[in-house]
């Protein structure tokens, strides 16, 4: 069983930072990529980042892309999403999520564990 547990959400003015964390259970956490998604309210969960099991490979959602960066310790099994420029269109509930393969990916179905999520709130 793989849980993900995220840290690091919070509120924060527009044009500030935060960073994410999830942490992972299980011993195959390096085997697979890992992701990261939101949803705001009244709107479906869409992707924001994911990152490949060597850490070599990244892909970010356009409305984020130059803005955040997604990075992973295989030794501490945690992943990360740093956040800067924030705008109050990024608010949302953010969720960890761990790919079914190796490879990064922007669809939904392609996760199969995903964490609670943590809030981030970007004030105007």
């Known amino acids: 069983q793989v849980q993900l547990v995220e840290s690091g959400g919070g509120l924060v003015q527009a044009g500030g930072s935060l960073r994410l964390s999830c942490a992972a259970s299980?011993?195959?956490?390096?085997?697979?990529?890992m992701g990261w998604f939101r949803q705001a309210p009244g709107k479906e969960r869409e992707f924001v980042a994911a990152?490949?099991?060597?850490?070599?490979?990244?892909i970010y959602a356009d409305s984020v892309k130059g803005r955040f960066t997604i990075s992973r310790d295989n030794a501490k099994n945690t992943v990360y999403l740093q956040m800067s420029s924030l705008k109050p269109g990024d608010t949302a509930v953010y969720y960890c999520?761990?790919?079914?393969?190796?490879?990064?990916?922007?669809?939904?179905?392609?996760?199969?564990?995903w964490g609670q999520g943590t809030q981030v709130t970007v004030s105007s």
């Open positions: 999520t761990r790919s079914s393969t190796s490879a990064p990916a922007t669809n939904r179905v392609d996760y199969d564990y």
């Open positions: 299980g011993r195959t956490f390096s085997s697979y990529a």
């Open positions: 990152i490949s099991w060597s850490g070599r490979s990244t």
